[in-house]
């Protein structure tokens, strides 16, 4: 079993930054991949980045080249960096963890709330 914390949400300013962050704990050598997905209101849960173990990273069109995934092996915590934020990325963001097995995990989530 893997848990995930996130932390670092809140409420930004358009234009602004803000350093999520996402603790793992429990069977943290099964984990490979950690990522963070966000979920609009009213909208679908979607992909913002994902990073290995060994720090290859893959980010979906949403965000990319505002936001930096990376993750500190040493301390289980993946992180999200995201600048230039814009009110259409008020959602919650969730960290997901992907174990060697393929078994999901996900944080509670922490809401990113984006004011114009």
């Known amino acids: 079993q893997v848990q995930l914390v996130e932390s670092g949400g809140g409420l930004v300013q358009a234009g602004g930054s803000l350093r999520l962050s996402c603790a793992a704990s429990?069977?943290?050598?099964?984990?490979?991949?950690m990522g963070w997905y966000r979920q609009p209101p009213g909208k679908q849960r979607e992909l913002v980045a994902s990073i290995t173990r060994v720090g290859i990273t893959n980010y979906s069109d949403s965000m990319k080249g505002r936001v930096t995934i990376s993750r500190d092996n040493a301390k289980n915590t993946a992180y999200l960096e995201m600048n230039s934020l814009k009110p259409e990325d008020t959602a919650v963001y969730y960290c997901?963890?992907?174990?060697?097995?393929?078994?999901?995990?996900w944080g509670q989530g922490t809401q990113v709330t984006v004011s114009s």
């Open positions: 429990g069977s943290i050598f099964s984990i490979n991949s």
């Open positions: 997901n963890a992907i174990t060697w097995s393929r078994n999901n995990y």
